[in-house]
């Protein structure tokens, strides 16, 4: 085990104010045992040390400046009754900025206050100007009711602040429309309803004077791609009605957020990135949970996204079997360290990467508790997307208000309710990118006492490998934004719906930027648009139906049979994974197995039942090469890029027991295919290098599948993607190419950007995929180097030894 200081500029976890929120958690408990003792119990309640790494993030003073000569005092007092005597340097600038017509965005640490850095800009303007507009987007609706409450709580007259998302009652819409100058709302409602109907927000529309996007970092990939055309719609409809908002943006800190913002906006973005706010000290460990005995029946390991399916939602236990020797499950460890932190009176959210998972951490620590001291798992519960309205709003509730002392949530809390007063996090697997870890990291720490952070290894070679390589994280830069506009897939169906709300002209193709000609003659030549010569009309009566976040189609409602009660949603992606028959399904704490899955009415039909197995859905994938983008021909090896049509299609799905992992038995599936043509990276050996390097004819298969699973485990270091973004397909002779291939590709229609960002990092993506399995200790692959717990072919065949070789030949021919 390791232990540093870190002090030089870089991503900081925690700040000790957020300036403009008004939603602050209550004292609760007490402060509890020290970060440094708190860890040192922890650390001593198991067999051997599983601490293999301690950061010491120093605190930090703030750096306060004067309020900006233009805010009213009327406004620097509402601040003050909330307790902001000043703004941080930071806030000062991006709102002097903003203020002068500049559009910025504010790319600085959790809790620094970017809130302030827009708000006082927005409310001066709404002040000044009573027929002023305001228009507020966040990633999520829990994110904008946080915000509604801290600008309702500034008492402001004449802003009426509203929210008009999905929860919005019909009733209140109207009023919202004609009487709200401060709009918080989402993008898919800005996509979905704004837009379409403009007509009806003519009057806002027209007296738009800023558009702020929260957490802007988070429209990435094939998201983020769309939501920058629906920005570029925005910016279209105002300047029809006359008016050219400033665009405000705030990001966690991140690789150069200007470019990134610019590519999101279309707009010249100025970036504000030196983090003047204060901090409190924070203690960041990073935990690898202990190999469990060779004969302990291997206990299930937890969520992971890798495998050949990258729409498959990770699954929450027993991902493994016929193991001789595994660490203890992910899940499992922050389970017991979420229910030990609450019996020493700690407050902590546990961050989980999946809805299941994030549901066996909470029950699990209910169950620990309660057998501890009875009644105390109940303030313990879990928070994740696909709740009900009434639910998130009572669990938002009750960790405001200090009810809850432990939450087990996936990151939909990453980025909404201010959760100041929190003294712990614990972080169930690396979440994917620094970006993310920073953020959740940061959700610790109260009121800028000391905080402690804990990343809980999974058994996978990511994670693996960055608990033996802290440098990569705290010696790393966060990584930049991926978003690709010009993404065909994004662009073309964007333009179909620029087209319903207004016809498109020739000037407005520009706003829409590179292949936006080629796009819309591709729509004319399908019908979808007519050409005048006026411009580009839509032709059909029905708006177009575009999915923002490629999510496979409308949610799937989960019903209860005996009663008709709705549970929640699942997205549709995720309906063949986690709601096809015999499905066990996990709602807060309860347990169900499905009865019924009608996939042309979007419901499940379920019951109650606590069996003591686990589902987990099996597919198959098949690939092939569709276009050459761009290659290296490296000799014996070659390095490619270009778009593949992928066809998936699940099969079956095992039961295994909860307590063991022991498979009960494998049953059929009768689910439809699914077909993606997406972005890919591939790379290809010749026969003869293979047989040099000493891999055999029959351990070539073993070889290539044991370096995929390898390689998706470790991009996630080099671009911003989840594992579940992206899948892969290995082969001996594949017939596209007629030679050994790995293949690995964006999970989402016309790619997301991270095979892009793979082709270009392939020497050090590569190179440290060799260092995951070659310095791992098991002998033949395991869940830390090879072993994917999503794999359709249930990981055989594998080949750890041949995976070094195979990964050496390319190395070795590959131009840095």
Known sequence: ????????????????????????????????????????????????????????????????????????????????????????????????????????????????????????????????????????????????????????????????????????????????????????????????????????????????????????????????????????????QCARFGATPVFVLASATSGDPATAAGRLTGLPVTAVTEDASPRGGVT?????????????????????????????????????????????????????????????????????????????????????????????????????????????????????????????????????????????????????????????????????????????????????????????????????????????????????????????????????????????????????LRQRPTGWYWRHRERPEVDLRGEGGAPVCVVESATGRLLGTVDGSSSHFLLHPGAVYLHQGVSYVVDDLDLADGCALVHVEEPDWSTHARDVTDLSVVSVRSYVDAGPVGMFLGEVDVTSQVVSYQRRRIATGEVIDTRPLDLPTRELRTVAVWFTLSPQSLALAGVQPADVPGALHAAEHAAIGLLPLMATCDRWDIGGLSTAVHPDTEAPTVFVYDGHPGGAGFAERAYGTASAWLRATRDAIAECGCETGCPSCVQSPKCGNGNNPLSKPDAIQVLDVVLANLPD
């Open 1 to 236: 085990m390791t232990t540093n200081d870190f002090s030089t500029a870089r991503p900081t976890p925690r700040h000790d104010l957020e300036s403009s929120s008004a939603a602050t958690v209550s004292a609760g408990p007490g402060p509890g045992p020290a970060p440094a003792d708190l860890l040192r119990r922890l650390r001593a309640r198991g067999a051997g040390d599983p601490v293999t790494h301690v950061e010491r993030v120093p605190a930090r003073a703030g750096v306060p400046a004067p309020w900006p000569s233009w805010a009213p005092a009327e406004l620097r007092a509402a601040f003050a009754r909330r307790g902001v005597v000043a703004p941080w340097q930071h806030q000062a600038r991006a709102a002097t900025l903003a203020y002068e017509g500049e559009h910025v965005v504010v790319a600085t640490g959790t809790a620094s206050g970017k809130s302030l850095a827009y708000q006082l800009p927005a409310l001066a303007t709404l002040l000044a100007d009573p027929r002023a507009t305001v228009l507020y987007l966040a990633p999520t609706k829990a994110l904008a009711a946080d915000q509604l409450r801290a600008v309702s709580a500034l008492e402001l007259e004449g802003v009426r602040p509203a929210c008009y998302d999905g929860d919005t009652p019909r009733a209140e819409r109207e009023w919202i429309r004609r009487h709200s100058r401060f709009v918080l709302t989402n993008p898919d409602m800005l996509h979905h309803g704004i837009l379409p109907g403009h007509a009806q927000w003519s009057g806002f529309l027209r007296r738009l004077a800023y558009v702020v996007i929260d957490e802007c970092h988070t429209y990435r990939g094939v998201f983020g791609s769309h939501v920058a055309h629906v920005l570029r719609r925005l910016r279209r």
């Open 284 to 528: 960041f460990a990073l935990w690898e949970p202990p190999l469990l005995p060779p004969d302990s029946g291997g206990a299930p390991p937890q969520a992971s996204g890798d495998g050949s399916s990258p729409a498959a939602p990770p699954q929450a236990s027993g991902e493994h079997d016929d193991l001789r020797q595994v660490r203890r499950s992910a899940l499992r460890e922050t389970a017991d360290l979420l229910a030990d932190t609450v019996a020493e009176g700690v407050r902590t959210l546990a961050f989980v990467r999946s809805r299941k998972g994030a549901e066996v951490v909470a029950a699990n620590a209910r169950r620990s508790l309660d057998d501890a001291v009875p009644g105390l798992g109940g303030r313990v519960a879990a928070y994740r997307g696909g709740y009900l309205r009434e639910e998130r709003r009572e669990l938002e509730r009750a960790l405001l208000h200090g009810d809850l002392l432990g939450l087990a949530s996936t990151n939909a809390l990453e980025l909404g309710v201010d959760l100041v007063g929190l003294d712990a996090v614990l972080i169930c697997g690396y979440p994917g990118t620094r970006a993310s870890l920073w953020q959740q990291a940061g959700r610790a720490g109260r009121s800028g006492q000391e905080a402690l952070a804990v990343l809980v290894a999974r058994d996978d070679p990511l994670d693996t490998y960055l608990v033996h390589h802290p440098e990569a994280i705290f010696g790393a830069p966060v990584e930049a934004t991926v978003l690709d506009p010009a993404n065909r897939y994004v662009l073309a169906p964007q333009l179909a719906c620029a087209a319903f709300e207004a016809p498109l002209t020739p000037a407005d193709l520009a706003l829409f930027g590179d292949g936006a000609k080629e796009a819309v003659d591709e729509l004319v030549t399908a019908g979808a």
